[in-house]
């Protein structure tokens, strides 16, 4: 065997080291690159929603609620009000108790249809007193029978309303609807309301729940090419975990937002199997909030029911805490 051969076959040998050197330099960053793609590229914020508990024993269980989630750290929590401020003072009553107990932010909602502008400047000057820096303004709903609109019959009468009162006091959060409100002629127009809330003073919108995450992409496109600038708008996507079938499609039915047909026919399958029920909705939502995430969401808002378990579960395996 002569010294060429000799040569050419180290050769041979160094240029195959080098090769697999580099393959597996660029399989490690076409492996890294392919999991940067698939992981959430931040973590968004996210809050939680209660409803007014109506009974002491209620009010309680809420108050454990509270305590469970917060120890999540949420952006704030917000309780709702309900039909023409018939909760009013239920929900004040939850707001005073919930503040007493953290530092963490609350948010009551306040409606303004059937109300006079006195009742409603009123309850400003008691948020302002006990230490309420952020609200939720809708228009939210006449009581059965009533007729009267009052004088803010419009969630941007609400917020101009509360702009003229009480300056830059509060941070206002709107709602927005990606599905279109229900009683919107077209979605241009839907659109047109939600920007002219903005305008208002507005620093925010809460989306109704949705399951299709095109529906929320298509609104802020939408939002985006009237010239918001969502950065400064933030178009928080709301969402409902599914824990019920009755409840979701009832809830779904009543507010205009869609359920799936796949989720619908899923959940009539199962029937009365609970179980299989929250494990298959905590599948579904669990993926629609990845989506969301990888589309750069700015922030999560749960629809609780008042339950910790979903909530936290959810909040946890998205890893946002």
């Given at each position: 065997m002569n010294q060429q051969f000799l040569d050419q076959l180290a050769a041979l040998e160094t240029l195959a080291k080098s090769?697999?050197?580099?393959l597996g330099n660029h399989l490690a960053k076409g492996v890294?690159?392919?999991a940067s793609q698939a992981a959430p590229s931040h973590k968004p914020k996210f809050s939680f929603e209660f409803f007014p508990a109506k009974t002491a024993d209620a009010q309680e269980k809420l108050t454990q609620t509270f305590d469970e989630l917060n120890t999540l750290n949420p952006q704030y929590?917000?309780?709702?009000?309900?039909?023409?401020?018939?909760?009013?003072d239920t929900t004040l009553g939850i707001v005073k108790n919930l503040l007493a107990r953290s530092d963490t932010p609350i948010a009551p909602h306040l409606s303004c249809i059937g109300d006079s502008k006195a009742e409603i400047g009123e309850l400003l000057n008691i948020y302002k007193a006990i230490g309420v820096t952020r609200l939720v303004a809708l228009r939210g709903d006449l009581p059965s029978?009533?007729?009267?609109?009052?004088?803010l019959p419009f969630a941007v009468d609400l917020v101009k309303f509360i702009r003229e009162h009480s300056g830059d006091h509060f941070t206002v959060k709107v709602a927005a609807y990606p599905e279109m409100h229900p009683q919107a002629k077209n979605f241009s127009q839907d659109i047109d309301n939600l920007v002219a809330k903005h305008h208002a003073g507005a620093a925010g919108a809460i989306t109704q729940f949705f399951y299709?995450?095109?529906?929320?992409?298509?609104?802020?496109d939408k939002?985006?090419?009237?010239?918001?600038?969502?950065?400064?708008?933030?178009?928080?996507?709301?969402?409902?975990?599914?824990?019920?079938?009755?409840?979701?499609?009832?809830?779904a039915d009543s507010a205009g937002a869609d359920v799936p047909r796949y989720i619908r026919k899923q959940l009539a399958e199962y029937g009365d199997d609970s179980k299989s029920i929250r494990a298959f909705g905590f599948e579904v939502v669990l993926k629609l909030c990845?989506?969301?995430i990888r589309e750069g969401v700015p922030s999560l808002h749960f629809y609780t029911m008042n339950k910790v378990k979903p909530n936290k579960e959810l909040v946890?395996?998205?890893?946002?805490?």
């Open positions: 090769l697999k050197t580099d890294q690159s392919a929590f917000s309780v709702t009000y309900g039909a023409g401020g018939s909760t009013r029978g009533q007729v009267n609109m009052g004088e299709n995450p095109e529906s929320y992409l298509y609104l802020r939002v985006a090419a009237r010239g918001v600038d969502l950065d400064k708008f933030e178009l928080t996507a709301g969402i409902m975990p599914i824990t019920n079938a009755s409840n979701l499609i009832r809830f990845e989506h969301l946890e395996a998205l890893g946002l805490v």
